[in-house]
Every structure is written in structure tokens, then in C-alpha cells.
């Protein structure tokens, strides 16, 4: 497919050419002029599709109203240059059989590339990316229509509002006129006039409305066309710009420029119906993606105070480029929490702005008395605490229909398969419970799964703190949560004394920290240098700077010596003791239990967990302190446990193992660990079992020697002196703790694939 769109692209690209020759000094002219000849070419494929042959002159499109005015007078000012390269690009379009969605969409990975002499063109998702072009297959916009319609009914002779705001191509207005026909038996035409959408993208709006009028009745060509409105819906502008200006603006990548704005009035509007797959995106200007394919010494470069500088440069050696550059950054300045305003989206206004949530929040503020809204959006948007202000007010309203979540192990999005999204249903109409189903992973599924009813207070009881929902994999995860958090109290109510924190940020200490030690200055210890029960995984020694610095860097694994021991990490930032001591005035306490906090589920282990003297460490490692330190040991060997961690994987919402996730887990009781237990020959408490197991795996760490000689006369010796059967015994006496049965702890160990693996290698 992508190999075709790009003979279309070539043939496009060489009407550019011709035009600018050698001069390509004025990027967003000439990006202007290429999105013009790219709607042209489109234009005269819909003419085509739309009025056969019956007419000849493309002029009717713009008495249709469905090309503004000025596209037109370029096409026949510019005839004799363009007209030609356009006709072989209709020819290569009907000659390769393509579909005019699918084109769209692959043209929008088609990048103009200004670096070398001439233009040329690149694969790259630029302009996808930022539009949030990634259109929903045709199996699953109608496999969402159907779950969403099917308890509402229609009849032929009442109207109907149906809507879409990033309607892009018209997928979900299509699936649901397939619905209609197909289970009510309503005309297409009659459904033609149902539908209303908007887009930002005005080719994408123009394939859309064409591809409803091959139903429609010619006498309601208007009116189906009035429903569309050109813009983005999620900025308010109430002076009208001229088409010509906003289809400069969508070229140039000012997307959230008030000029493409919609008029405040538009949002008096409502809808019975709203459906979609709103764009995924965070609200940021990326100034490496920006300068993709236009300067190489910009985009390429990671550090940001050495781009700034090759920034600045184009000041005098580009300054059309430099001021376009920073009217995009001053648009997108405007889309902070701090700074966004709009009179249909206010609870979605958290942290850093994401386009989904926003979305939902203004499709769901513009339904009518009874109306439905069914939406595909990223799956953070009820499971990270970012979005809770939003999901919360969903809860409060009892507007939640359903939650399917699916997984894009299957490419159903061609987007990493790790990708998690939902099919969410919402209504106006209260509803006391709904329907939830996860580990989907095709469309087909969707109206057949296997669901489970989910209240708010299930919600309240699982995730206290946010009512999220957890990132579970399938139906039982979530039942499983249910019955534990009925049968152990939370982490926070167990524990209520332990002292978190994030100690040194390298960012916002920076003035503060070297990258070489002085008298002055101590090592900063790193998340990398963690393991479970080994505080000297891995160290930056031997590694170059060129490497040790890199945006990713990676440290080397420590492997012991000949005598068994392991060297204490080499770090590569050191911290002036000034601010240490400052630090030590609040964490007082002889040592730390700290953890790696970039983590993810899907690694072999997620929490991995080290008490370490107290030390300097960065964001990469979260630590809590106790005064208790037979605490302090218990909590370690918990936090390692496979049942810990089965819970972590399933409520953590991101890759940051934050202390809100910790406090929310469920865990054993003191009464918990003070039951008796036989356990290799050796009848005591559940407490003194994991803690002769843990100081057992501690005792070869001279860091931590005052420690385990505080345990003497309080444990027994344990004779095991293989570090990973200890480990395995330690799993086992917590699957004690947690009154696990074999069948669910074999669960639990099923989630764990590579970390078994491992282990009976």
C-alpha cells in the first residue's frame, strides 16, 4: 500500500518541483503549496466519484460547497504546471485500485524533505502524529456502533443527530449508517441526513461528506454538507478566518492556532449520538519531530541547550522559519492547564494536556437529555490518576455504560502492539453499574465477550485514592482484586508511619550536581544499579561519556569476583554534600527501602526492591524509611514477593512505580504474620520465617552489617545457600500470608512467563 500512495506522492511531489525549482528558502510556502496540490488531487478523485461523468468541470465542486473558491483559482491560474501532474496522479490512483481513505491516510506519512538542494519526500508520521490520523478499521467502528446502538431503537420517521468530531474519513458515520440499514431497515439516503462531524484535516472532511453523498438524495446535498464544519473543535475562535488562511494554517502544522478555531455557538448544539476515535495525542510541541526533513543539525541533536543554540542560528540564516517555528511554539503554549479555556471541557484539564480526554469530555458535554456517546480512546483515560478529575465525574454522573479494553497485540491500530485502548460508553441516562470485559484483542469480540459487571464503589474500594481502574489483562484479574481488597486492608492503613519520598532530581538540581566527584560532592545512586535483594546490579565503570550520558544510557551488569564478591556501583552524577545534609534533616533514618521506580509490567520482574544505607539516590528510585527495621525487613521481602508484585503489575497505570500504587496495595496484617506455620522443618510464626530467609540473603552485604546483627537471637539459621530457592521459599511464605490456594497462586505465577523462564532454565 505505501509503496503505491508514494507513486501518487512522486507524481504530486513534481508539480512542487517545477514550481520552486532551486528556491527553497520559504518552507511553509511551499508546505502550503504542497498541501494544496495534495486537497487538488483529492478533489478531483472525489469530482470524479461523485459526479461520474456527467459533468467536466471541477468548478463544481466549489459550487457544491465542497472546495473553497481559492483552491480553485490556483488550479486554473496554475493549470498549465499542475494540471498534468495531478491527471497522472488521478490515473496512478485509479490504475492501482486504491481506496481514498486508506490514501489519505498513507499520504499523511509522506513528509517533504528540504535538506539537500531540492525537495524530495520521506517516510515519517510527522503530520500523522500530530493530526492523530490513524483511522479506526471498518470491522471495528461497526463492531462499536452495534454494541452502542443495540438498546436504543430508531425509527424511520423521526430525525436523528449523530455526530463525530475528528470524523476524519467518515468511518463511524458509515458503520453507522450500515447498522441502520442493516437492523432497521432505513434507507441510506434517509440516514444521510442524521450525521454531522468535524475535522481538522479539510481533505480528510471532504472525503467524508462525499462518501455520504453517494447515498444521499441530490436535493439534500446542502443540507448534508451544512453539517460539517472545518477547524478543531477543541479551540473556540469567533472570527472567522478566510478558507484560504485556515488550509495554511493545517499545512504549516498550526493546528492549535485560534484561527482554526470553531465559533462559540457551534457548542450550543447537541446530539443524541456522538461516536469516534478522537486523536491520542499529548499536547506538546516536539521540536526534534518539527524539524524533521528541514534541519538536520536541530533535529538530531538530544540535548536541548545545545539545540537552542542551532535554534537560534535561524534567526539570520532562515528567519521565515525561525518565526514560523515560534508561532507554532506560542499556539502551543496556549494548551497548557494553565492557559486552556473552553466552555465544554474543564475536568480534563489536568497535567499535561492529552487530546483524547479532552474529546471525550466535550463529546460528552454536547449529548442531548438521553443521549450516547461511544468513543476508542487510549485506556489511561480510566486508569492513570492523570485522568481521574474526568473518570471521576463519569462515576459521579453514573454515565458509564461500558469499558472494554482492548490490547493491540493484533495490530488492530498500526501502532506498537504494546498499545492499550478502550471502546468506552457513555450515557446520560444514570446507570448503577457497568458492563467491563479486558484482554480483547480483535473487533469481533467486542459484542461477544464475556463481561463483568463493575459499580463505583468497587472502583472506591479497589483504587481509593483515584477510582481507576487497573491495567488488568482479563476478567479474572478484577475479580481477583475485588475479593482481596474484601479480605486485607490497604498498604497506607497497615503501614501509616512509613516516610516516602524521591530524593535528588537531576533536573531541577542541576545546579547542583557534577558529573565528577569532589571533597564537596557524593555519589548519586541510580535505579540501574538495583536488583532484587542487590544493591550492586550493574554501575556506569568503563563505560565512555559518549555513552554514559546518552539520552538512554545503559550501565554495565557487575559480576562477581573470583572470591564471590560483588564492587559497590561507579555513578556517573555526584551531589554537593550542601544539599545532602538539607536532605538529612528529613530522612533520618539509618537506611532506606528503595526501589527501581521506571518499571513496567510487562518486564521479567517489576518491582525490584534493595534497603540501602541512606544515600543520595534520583528520581529513578522511590524509598520509604521506618524506625521499625524489623519492618524495614518484612517490607522488603514483601515488596520482592511474587504476590506483591503480581498486584503491583496490575494497578500500576504507567512505567513510574509511584508511592500512590504502593499505598493502594493490599497486603497481610500483623495478625497475618504472627500465625503459625511448619515450613521446612521448622514450626514458627510467618514473621520469623521471611525474616530469616531475607537476613539470610542480606548477610553478604558489608553495607548493611549493623543491620543483620540486630537480628542476632531473633531468627534462625537458614541453611539454604542458594540465593534463588531462598527467594522462591520467601514467594511461599507469602502465599501463606495472602491465604493463597495452589490454583490462584499458579495464576499469579502464570503472569510472571519471563521471569519463570528464568528460573527453570
Not at 522488603?636 to 497505570?653: C, E, G, H, Q, T
Request: glycine share 4%.
Amino acid at each position: 500500500m505505501e509503496s503505491k500512495v508514494n507513486e501518487i506522492a512522486v507524481h504530486l511531489l513534481s508539480a512542487v518541483k517545477e514550481k520552486y525549482k532551486d528556491d527553497i528558502s520559504n518552507i511553509p510556502e511551499i508546505l502550503s503549496y504542497w498541501h494544496n496540490v495534495v486537497y487538488l488531487f483529492f478533489s478531483s478523485v472525489n469530482y470524479k466519484r461523485l459526479f461520474s461523468a456527467e459533468y467536466t468541470d471541477i468548478s463544481d465542486m466549489v459550487s457544491a460547497g465542497l472546495m473553497p473558491q481559492y483552491l480553485y483559482d490556483l488550479y486554473m491560474m496554475d493549470n498549465a504546471l499542475i494540471g498534468r501532474y495531478i491527471d497522472s496522479a488521478v490515473d496512478a490512483y485509479y490504475s492501482l485500485g486504491l481506496s481514498v481513505n486508506d490514501t489519505r491516510q498513507q499520504l499523511l506519512n509522506i513528509e517533504l524533505d528540504f535538506m539537500g538542494n531540492t525537495i524530495s519526500i520521506f517516510s515519517d508520521k510527522v503530520s500523522r502524529d500530530n493530526t492523530g490520523a490513524y483511522y479506526t478499521p471498518e470491522e471495528l467502528a461497526f463492531e462499536i456502533v452495534k454494541k452502542a446502538f443495540d438498546e436504543r431503537r430508531f425509527e424511520r420517521n423521526k430525525e436523528y443527530r449523530i455526530a463525530d468530531f475528528s470524523c476524519g474519513c467518515g468511518d463511524f458515520l458509515l458503520a453507522a449508517m450500515r447498522y441502520l440499514s442493516e437492523e432497521y431497515g432505513i434507507e441510506k439516503r434517509t440516514s444521510a441526513l442524521w450525521f454531522y462531524g468535524v475535522d481538522i484535516d479539510p481533505v480528510a472532511l471532504q472525503i467524508c461528506i462525499v462518501n455520504l453523498l453517494q447515498y444521499a438524495d441530490r436535493d439534500d446535498w446542502a443540507s448534508i454538507i451544512s453539517h460539517f464544519e472545518f477547524g478543531n473543535p477543541l479551540v473556540i475562535n469567533d472570527h472567522e478566518c478566510s478558507q484560504e488562511e485556515k488550509n495554511r494554517l493545517f499545512a504549516t502544522r498550526r493546528l492549535y492556532s485560534t484561527g482554526l478555531g470553531i465559533g462559540s455557538r457551534y457548542f450550543d448544539n447537541s446530539y443524541d449520538f456522538v461516536v469516534g476515535n478522537p486523536p491520542w495525542e499529548k499536547i506538546r510541541f516536539e521540536e526534534r519531530k518539527f524539524f524533521r526533513g528541514i534541519s538536520e543539525s536541530i533535529s538530531s541533536v538530544s540535548q536541548k541547550n545545545v539545540r537552542d543554540k542551532e535554534v537560534e542560528k535561524l534567526s539570520t540564516a532562515s528567519p521565515m522559519v525561525f518565526e514560523w517555528r515560534n508561532s507554532v511554539i506560542s499556539e502551543y503554549s496556549r494548551m497548557t492547564a494553565t492557559y486552556f479555556k473552553h466552555s465544554k471541557i474543564q475536568d480534563a484539564v489536568a497535567g499535561e494536556l492529552n487530546t483524547y480526554a479532552l474529546f471525550t469530555e466535550l463529546a460528552y458535554n454536547m449529548l442531548s437529555e438521553n443521549g450516547l456517546l461511544a468513543l476508542v480512546v487510549k485506556s489511561t483515560l480510566v486508569t492513570a490518576p492523570v485522568n481521574q478529575k474526568l473518570w471521576s465525574k463519569f462515576l459521579d454522573d453514573a454515565a458509564v455504560k461500558g469499558v472494554y479494553l482492548f490490547e493491540n497485540r493484533k495490530k488492530i491500530f498500526s501502532i506498537d502492539s504494546r498499545e492499550r485502548f478502550i471502546v468506552l460508553i457513555l450515557t446520560k441516562k444514570p446507570t448503577a453499574a457497568f458492563e467491563f470485559s479486558a484482554g480483547l484483542t480483535e473487533p469481533s469480540e467486542l459484542c461477544q465477550c464475556n463481561t463483568i459487571t463493575l459499580k463505583s464503589g468497587d472502583l472506591q474500594r479497589i483504587n481509593p485514592f483515584t477510582r481507576t481502574i487497573p491495567n488488568v489483562s482479563n476478567n479474572k484479574e478484577i475479580e481477583f482484586l475485588k475479593y482481596s481488597h474484601t479480605q486485607f486492608e490497604l498498604f497506607s492503613d497497615v503501614y501509616p508511619n512509613c516516610h516516602f519520598g524521591r530524593l535528588i532530581h537531576l533536573t531541577a538540581h542541576a545546579a547542583l550536581i557534577s558529573k565528577k566527584q569532589e571533597r564537596d560532592n557524593i555519589p548519586i545512586y541510580e535505579g540501574k544499579f538495583l536488583e532484587q535483594y542487590d544493591a550492586r546490579y550493574a554501575t556506569f565503570r568503563g563505560i565512555p561519556d559518549s555513552k554514559k550520558y546518552a539520552n538512554k544510557a545503559t550501565a554495565l551488569r557487575i559480576e562477581p569476583s573470583e572470591y564471590g564478591g560483588k564492587d559497590w556501583p561507579e555513578s556517573r552524577y555526584f551531589v554537593d554534600q550542601s544539599l545532602w545534609d538539607r536532605y538529612l534533616n528529613q530522612y533520618s533514618e539509618k537506611y532506606s527501602l528503595c526501589w527501581r521506580s521506571l518499571t513496567s509490567p510487562t518486564n521479567r520482574r517489576t518491582m525490584l526492591a534493595m534497603i540501602l544505607p541512606t544515600v543520595p539516590t534520583c528520581q529513578s528510585i522511590q524509598m520509604l524509611q521506618t524506625s521499625d527495621e524489623e519492618e524495614l525487613v518484612i517490607l522488603l521481602a514483601l515488596f520482592n514477593s511474587i504476590p506483591f508484585d503480581y498486584f503491583v503489575r496490575i494497578k500500576m497505570p504507567g512505567l513510574d512505580l509511584t508511592q500512590s500504587v504502593i499505598k493502594q496495595i493490599p497486603v497481610p496484617s500483623a495478625k497475618d504474620y504472627e500465625e503459625k506455620y511448619e515450613f521446612n522443618g521448622v514450626s514458627c510464626t510467618l514473621k520469623r520465617h521471611i525474616l530469616s530467609h531475607t537476613i539470610k540473603l542480606l548477610k553478604d552485604e558489608n553495607r548493611l552489617t549493623e543491620l543483620v546483627k540486630d537480628f542476632d537471637g531473633k531468627i534462625y539459621d537458614v541453611q539454604e545457600h542458594d540465593v534463588e530457592k531462598n527467594k522462591k521459599m520467601i514467594d511461599i511464605l507469602f502465599k501463606k500470608a495472602y491465604h493463597l490456594d495452589d490454583d490462584s497462586y499458579r495464576e499469579i505465577l502464570l503472569s510472571f512467563p519471563k521471569y519463570q523462564a528464568d528460573r527453570t532454565a
